[in-house]
């Protein structure tokens, strides 16, 4: 089966940094995406790592490493409104599944003043 | 800019009903995809279809079925709703080939089953 695990709940204040995680256990691997949502409101695509490696994008960065199965959502300068969820999500091999997201549960971040 | 619209934002209905919820996009994407969300199990996929007239099932698509009849337009249809289905419903799209595409995702539905 498909296993995306991320933390449920996070919590920071304004103005620091703070790395989300997610591990995966996938049968097929085309990239994985980082979405935040925030309440109410539809997910919107933040990053995507395809290869290992860092991937930045202002105060957003995403790190990759595929043999571990391991990725990070980095924010920067944290600010109030970025206060959501972040969701992990895994693409499928392309084929009979055309790309299919594989979600996880979603982090819920709390930006303290 | 891309655009995927859902007809409704709140929903509600009567238990046993049958229920459309529409969704369409402006990007001539191939692929589209129904989800919904409830808290704590996050995003389940319920079908997919990456061309008129074709559909797959996704993880939970008990209960539910859909329908492609032009390339713009993804229906879900709830046969016959029941109270666990009280849920936000999810549209998204995505192109066939999609590279570093994300799937874009519609304002979602809410949909109350009383």
């Known amino acids: 089966g498909q296993n995306i695990d991320q933390p449920t709940e996070m919590t920071a204040t304004e103005g620091a940094i703070v790395q989300i995680n997610c591990t995966y256990q996938?049968?097929?691997?085309?990239?994985l995406f980082w979405y935040q949502q925030h309440a109410g409101e539809a997910p919107t695509f933040l990053s995507y790592?395809?290869?290992?490696g860092l991937e930045e994008k202002g105060r957003f960065s995403s790190f990759l490493s595929r043999s571990k199965g391991y990725s990070y959502l980095l924010l920067k300068e944290l600010q109030m409104k970025d206060s959501a969820s972040y969701l992990c999500?895994?693409?499928?091999?392309?084929?009979?599944?055309?790309?299919?997201?594989?979600f996880g549960r979603g982090t819920q971040l709390t930006v303290w003043p | 800019d891309v655009k995927v619209t859902q007809s409704s934002r709140y929903l509600v209905k009567r238990t046993g009903e049958k229920v459309f919820l529409e969704c369409v996009q402006d990007?001539?994407?191939?692929?589209m995809f129904w989800y919904r969300q409830d808290p704590g199990l996050g995003l389940r996929l319920i079908y997919f279809?990456?061309?008129?007239?074709?559909?797959e099932k996704g993880d939970i698509p008990e209960g539910y079925s859909v329908s492609r009849e032009k390339k713009e337009r993804f229906s879900l249809i709830l046969e016959s709703a029941s109270t666990n289905q009280t849920s936000m419903y999810l549209c998204?799209?995505?192109?066939?080939?999609?590279?570093?595409?994300?799937?874009?995702f519609g304002d979602g539905t809410r949909l109350s089953i009383l």
């Open positions: 998204a799209s995505s192109l066939r080939f999609q590279g570093n595409q994300p799937q874009h």
């Open positions: 996938t049968s097929g691997f085309n990239g």
């Open positions: 790592n395809v290869l290992d």
């Open positions: 999500a895994v693409r499928d091999t392309e084929g009979s599944t055309l790309g299919r997201l594989y």
């Open positions: 990007m001539d994407h191939e692929n």
């Open positions: 279809s990456y061309d008129v007239k074709m559909k």
